[in-house]
């Protein structure tokens, strides 16, 4: 089983914008916007709309640049089927809601210490511009069992 999600990220000025996620999965994480994508949105029409509810900003333009999947050992065969966007457009400041609150990083201050431990594997892959395609299955407390990290042409 799949289960749809997305996730994405400014890259701008030579600093990203990630945000601390304050409740739920992954509380206590800094990551990029997304979530879950709602029946009868298009993968883009919910990364756009996860966006605009975690951070208050409006996407004018982004680009699919990779496709995790990812699965727990504790949950195997459940898969999380993740979209990731790079947005290259939007309107409005980002602001701290009562799911994100956002913060921009240098490019070489990434606190992957405080991110998934999977970031820090297939970062740098989305940091030089290729697409990519992933698979990753956790573990306890969230360790990276295995990994598949892959650079692709086109998703």
């Known amino acids: 089983m799949k289960k749809l999600l997305t996730l994405s990220f ?4 030579n600093r990203i914008l990630l945000a601390m ?5 992954g509380a206590g994480r ?7 994508v709602e029946e009868g949105e298009t993968i883009e029409e919910g990364a756009k709309r996860e966006f605009r509810e975690e951070s208050g900003l409006e996407v004018k333009r982004m680009e699919k640049v990779g496709i995790h999947e990812f699965e727990f050992a504790h949950d195997r065969g459940n898969i999380l089927e993740v979209h990731v966007f790079h947005v290259t457009r ?3 400041e980002a602001v701290e809601t009562e799911e994100m609150k956002p913060e921009w990083f ?10 998934w431990p999977d970031d820090v594997h297939w970062f740098p892959v989305f940091l030089d511009d290729k697409r990519f395609r992933t698979k ?5 407390n969230d360790t990276v069992l295995e990994k598949d990290i892959q650079v692709v042409e086109q998703l």
């Open 10 to 13: 400014i890259i701008e000025n």
């Open 21 to 25: 996620k304050k409740r739920g999965f």
């Open 30 to 36: 800094y990551n990029g916007y997304g979530g879950k």
């Open 90 to 92: 939007y309107t409005g």
């Open 106 to 115: 240098r490019l070489d201050a990434i606190p992957f210490e405080n991110m």
């Open 136 to 140: 990753f299955l956790f573990g306890e």
